[in-house]
């Protein structure tokens, strides 16, 4: 993340917003809460999820707050569980961790790490799993819904078009489901009840996406300690953000001042518990 202050002509940052698939995931995860309390396997008040994270850095916080947001937005008494591995790829530590989730009593897992460890254990708890990078229905055909993702054909058609044309590639990039650089893997369509449905939320969550009309980190949607957020810019939260001005018309604008994510609040309903071992 160090391209624009580097002073290299040659040195560039580029990333997705990522964000928007982990939120559209989370909206199918909702829905299958939602479907499990229909059908009287859950109440509402058992709708705790888990998520299995890499480290507690800015990028993790950004992806799994989005997925819960987008879990809340269809079923709003979820809370999250998020335990940390201290690894980006440990398979073994990956499925302990989500195994010790589902015994805190946690009844849908994610992730932000690169292995399908957490579908494993899903599938030999029958608990339903949402992935990352790629489809987990190879790991867990019977439990995995969908995984977040991220498509980097844009990046790669538009850096190898500069370097054809001759022209500068942009130090910092970053571009989502408008650009297709953003997409969630197929949904499984053995895991719900009334898949058309899912597929026609899905298909108006992600409109509303492209059309700017459904903003992530809308900060009326979340809360810390209570509190709605309306700057960053503060004492308060200096440690975290330095001075800079993230909130832009009640929003957390996130990757748009730098590719890389920045949200780093954890916000009410969500507990961090201690890395595993």
Request: with cysteine; net charge negative; hydrophobic share 40%.
């Amino acid at each position: 993340c160090q391209a624009a202050s580097s002073g290299l002509a040659n040195m560039h940052n580029y990333f997705t917003s990522v964000y928007e698939s982990r939120y559209v995931s989370g909206v199918v995860a909702g829905m299958k809460l939602n479907e499990m309390i229909a059908d009287g396997q859950l109440t509402e008040a058992d709708c705790k999820i888990g998520y299995v994270g890499a480290f507690s850095y800015a990028e993790v916080k950004s992806g799994y707050t989005a997925f819960f947001l987008g879990v809340r937005s269809v079923c709003p008494s979820a809370t999250m569980e998020v335990k940390y591995t201290g690894s980006w790829a440990d398979q073994a530590l990956e499925k302990e961790t989500a195994e010790a989730l589902i015994a805190d009593g946690c009844v849908l897992i994610s992730q932000h790490a690169d292995t399908t460890g957490a579908a494993t254990a899903c599938e030999a708890a029958g608990v339903p799993d949402v992935g990352y990078n790629i489809s987990m229905l190879e790991a867990a055909p019977n439990w995995a819904l969908t995984s977040a993702s991220i498509n980097w054909a844009p990046y790669y058609t538009y850096a190898t078009q500069c370097m054809l044309d001759g022209e500068t590639i942009v130090t910092d990039w970053c571009q989502g489901y408008s650009e297709g650089a953003d997409r969630i893997t197929e949904l499984n369509e053995k895991a719900f009840k009334d898949i058309e449905a899912v597929k026609a939320k899905v298909a108006e969550v992600e409109g509303a996406i492209i059309d700017g009309s459904l903003k992530v980190f809308d900060t009326s949607t979340w809360t810390v300690g209570g509190q709605t957020i309306t700057s960053t810019a503060t004492d308060e939260w200096s440690e975290l953000y330095k001075g800079v001005e993230y909130i832009e018309n009640g929003t957390f604008a996130e990757s748009t001042l730098a590719s890389a994510p920045a949200f780093s609040f954890v916000i009410d309903g969500i507990t961090e518990l201690n890395q595993v071992g």
